[in-house]
């Protein structure tokens, strides 16, 4: 029986389209499908890039030996991040006991909250809370709170893994790229869009980590003031949220307002917290996050938004923190590619996806430099 020809690619712009149209279908199906591997894979690049990233800064700015600078930043983050887990943990635990003491007045609390909006609209009569609790499935939500919490566990065991692996297999990684690109310009090339990758994401995690800073600061503060029980549980809340666009700040300048209605008999309280957080809110978001993030995070809007969808949905929660980082790290790759230079253009702010310090730079093999203005 005789050989078929090898299927032929198609050439034209339509075939192109349509096979890159298919690639991205099936790219996706495969991450939803292996999301309980790519998570914490994802995770732990996070935090190795995370890792570089405090390395060169105690290099560059401790007397720390170079030699030690890798294992001290290693500590670090690790130390970081069972400390996150920990203040959640224990401040979730403190914000139980300091509610149990107030338990026999949230019934009658919840109550009157519902009495006064139910009067504020004009109508005689309220439902009570414990009529509201009886119509909820309180059972499915405790499960669903268990499996989510034992998936956290699990999650991080599996994502300290992985890091593990990643940190042992850096020292080929120089070996594996010589190999992979022995021209001396290819890999320059990859080196490059490596380094655009890895300056988009750190100056991405250092913006919102500075802003988050401040903000948690003013927020305290404030929640002080008004005596806001456990406020240091909710204002690491409030950090932590802010890593996830939009929704983040939804929870921080809404969930202590909704406490401090339960928690104190007058509304003044909570009527301070709101405006209070919301105005640290918009100042942070609208003045000094811009003035901050500069080209490091060149995203358009809608693009960040679409991002926490997408991620949000595959991958969970964990998508949802990563899904900024991971549209940065799409939008570099792509810039570096004539083909794909369109994409990363209309994944950009200001439609200018590289570095205003690279308008200079001369043109190479594979890859457009960002238009140059016309002389006056």
Excluded at 55 to 63: L, Q, S, V
Excluded at 211 to 231: D, E, H, S, Y
Excluded at 244 to 268: D, K, M, N, R, S
Aim: proline share 6%; hydrophobic share 55%.
């Amino acid at each position: 029986m005789p050989m078929k020809p090898p299927i032929r690619l198609p050439t034209s712009t339509v075939g192109r389209n349509a096979v890159v149209a298919i690639a991205v279908v099936a790219s996706g199906a495969a991450v939803y499908w292996l999301r309980d591997i790519l998570t914490p894979l994802a995770m732990a690049i996070f935090l190795l890039i995370m890792i570089d990233g405090v390395k060169r800064f105690i290099e560059d700015r401790t007397p720390v030996p170079s030699r030690l600078a890798g294992a001290a930043a290693l500590i670090v983050v690790i130390l970081g991040f069972f400390l996150s887990i920990g203040v959640i943990a224990n401040g979730a635990l403190n914000f139980f006991d300091e509610a149990s003491g107030v338990t026999t007045r949230i019934g009658p609390r919840l109550d009157q909250i519902l009495y006064d909006v139910w009067r504020l609209f004009g109508a005689d009569t309220a439902p009570t809370a414990s009529e509201l609790v009886a119509q909820l499935d309180i059972r499915s939500y405790l499960a669903v709170f268990a499996r989510q919490a034992q998936g956290v566990v699990t999650g991080a065991v599996f994502v300290l893994i992985y890091l593990a692996f990643l940190l042992a297999s850096q020292a080929g990684f120089r070996r594996k790229l010589v190999t992979m690109f022995p021209d001396r310009t290819a890999r320059g090339e990859a080196l490059e869009v490596f380094h655009r990758v890895r300056g988009g994401v750190e100056g991405y995690l250092w913006v919102q980590t500075v802003t988050g800073v401040l903000i948690c600061a003013c927020a305290w503060g404030l929640m002080r003031a008004v005596g806001l029980q456990n406020a240091e549980f909710w204002t690491f809340v409030i950090f932590i949220v802010g890593f996830i666009p939009v929704l983040g700040g939804a929870v921080a300048g809404l969930v202590p307002p909704l406490f401090a209605l339960v928690q104190f008999e007058t509304y003044w309280q909570a009527v301070v917290l709101l405006a209070g957080l919301q105005a640290i809110l918009f100042v942070s978001g609208n003045i000094i996050q811009p003035r901050m993030q500069g080209d490091n995070q060149n995203i358009d809007p809608v693009v960040v938004l679409l991002s926490l969808a997408f991620w949000g949905k595959i991958w969970g929660v964990v998508g949802m923190f990563l899904s900024t980082p991971l549209a940065v790290m799409a939008m570099a790759i792509l810039a570096e590619f004539r083909g794909s230079r369109w994409m990363a253009i209309l994944l950009s702010g200001d439609g200018e996806p590289y570095a205003a310090d690279e308008a200079a730079t001369p043109p190479r093999r594979g890859r457009v430099n960002p238009p140059q203005a016309e002389p006056d």
